[in-house]
């Protein structure tokens, strides 16, 4: 199947998939609202899925996208944060209260972060909005303000920022937090008790550092900041380009290890978490990166056929990893992130590949994507090896899946 037929296919796809989880209205205090929702069983609005929302309306209505991004804008607190999750219109389920990470009941998003792709979004959505010109710079301000908020509220000096729940790295569940969380970890009964101590710390990353909480440093979160800075860069915040290379510099410096050829995160006790996830290989994404480390995370991990070059990639963990667990076992689903294929990092990655010119690979990348979609549709993940969907469907964040074709295409 040649790529501009898949892509035929895959508009009309994802448009659909998009189009049933739009959402709009106006909340009690009168601020309208207009996202995509990733699931019916995740009718918010997620940070990280909006970003790749907007990225995935721009190939197909540019005005949604915007408004999409918009939208996750004016969810903005006055001191910068912009929420893992925002809860437009609907207040938090009081029965569910305890696993959100809110402080009271009224709250109209959560107190925590997911992987800031913001910046990035923008730019990308900006470049598709010819018939919009105010649009790039109408991101700067805020954009750069969360920027701040980050740096401010959790930045380690160096430009690194810390997080304070395995969720905030986007990958809830994730391998890498297994060793500092133990039986804390997500989502187990013990988790709750991390909610709480960060909840009575009203979510303050200083606070719960002084008091021996969980904290760490990510290398997905950093990467997507960094990506963020670039953006930033792209839609003509001066300063930008040079607080994108000081992250990019700072994860290499910190979190590389020449040894493994990989990023790995650093733990609360300062040491790094050795766990091959594919945030470990997200750093790719970045123009800043070198080309010889870039070169290395392509070559030995991610075209590797034992690590993550699976029959239908990318898996979220490596299978070479022990905690690696692909798909359900009898009716039991894994637990998030531990190595079935989201396809949330397919863009990410190619971005990196098709800067370094592996244009067989990426094709390959996204026509395994798309036959893995037509096979079972837009899931929230899937089994890298049989393909069979998993988790909630339809689920609208995989329709990103469009715009990893159209990448592609373009250079073809
Ligand atoms: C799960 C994922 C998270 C995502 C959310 C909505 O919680 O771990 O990354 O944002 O679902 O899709």
Request: proline residues 8%; aromatic residues 12%.
């Amino acid at each position: 199947m040649c790529i501009a037929a898949e892509i035929r296919w895959m508009r009309a796809t994802a448009r659909a998939a998009l189009e049933a989880g739009w959402r709009e209205g106006v909340t009690a205090s009168g601020v309208g609202y207009r996202y995509t929702r990733p699931a019916p069983r995740y009718p918010e609005q997620f940070f990280w899925d909006s970003c790749f929302h907007a990225v995935a309306w721009s190939r197909l209505d540019p005005a949604r996208a915007r408004a999409e991004l918009r939208t996750l804008v004016a969810a903005q607190r006055p001191d910068g944060l912009i929420g893992h999750t925002v809860f437009w219109g609907r207040p938090v389920r009081w029965s569910r209260a305890h696993l959100y990470n809110v402080v009271s009941r009224g709250d109209g998003a959560t107190w925590t972060i997911q992987p800031p792709f913001l910046g990035w979004a923008w730019a990308e959505v900006a470049a598709r909005s010819p018939d919009d010109p105010g649009f790039a710079a109408e991101g700067i301000a805020p954009i750069a303000a969360f920027h701040e908020w980050l740096e401010r509220e959790r930045g380690d000096g160096d430009g690194l920022v810390g997080i304070l729940q395995p969720d905030e790295s986007g990958m809830d569940a994730s391998p890498a937090y297994d060793r500092p969380l133990g039986l804390r970890a997500h989502p187990r009964p013990g988790f709750l008790a991390v909610v709480r101590f960060n909840r009575r710390r009203r979510y303050r990353y200083r606070d719960v550092v002084a008091d021996g909480g969980f904290h760490a440093v990510d290398v997905l979160v950093n990467t997507a900041l960094a990506l963020s800075w670039e953006g930033l860069a792209r839609l003509g915040h001066p300063a930008a380009r040079e607080r994108a290379e000081r992250v990019t510099r700072s994860l290499v410096d910190r979190l590389y290890d020449r040894s493994r050829g990989l990023f790995f995160a650093e733990g609360p006790d300062g040491r790094p978490l050795h766990v091959s996830t594919w945030a470990a290989l997200a750093p790719l994404a970045l123009d800043g990166l070198p080309d010889d480390i870039a070169r290395r995370l392509v070559d030995e991990h991610l075209l590797h056929p034992r690590r993550y070059w699976l029959p239908y990639p990318v898996p979220s963990t490596s299978a070479e990893e022990r905690t690696f667990r692909p798909g359900r076992i009898g009716r039991v689903a894994p637990r998030y992130w531990r190595g079935p294929t989201w396809l949330f990092s397919t863009v990410p990655l190619l971005i990196g590949m098709l800067r370094l010119g592996y244009r067989d690979a990426a094709t390959d990348l996204v026509l395994r994507t798309a036959r893995l979609v037509r096979r079972s549709g837009f899931r929230e993940y899937y089994n890298p090896y049989s393909g069979e969907g998993l988790g909630a469907g339809p689920f609208a964040t995989s329709a990103i899946a469009l715009d990893a074709l159209e990448r592609v295409a373009a250079v073809s």
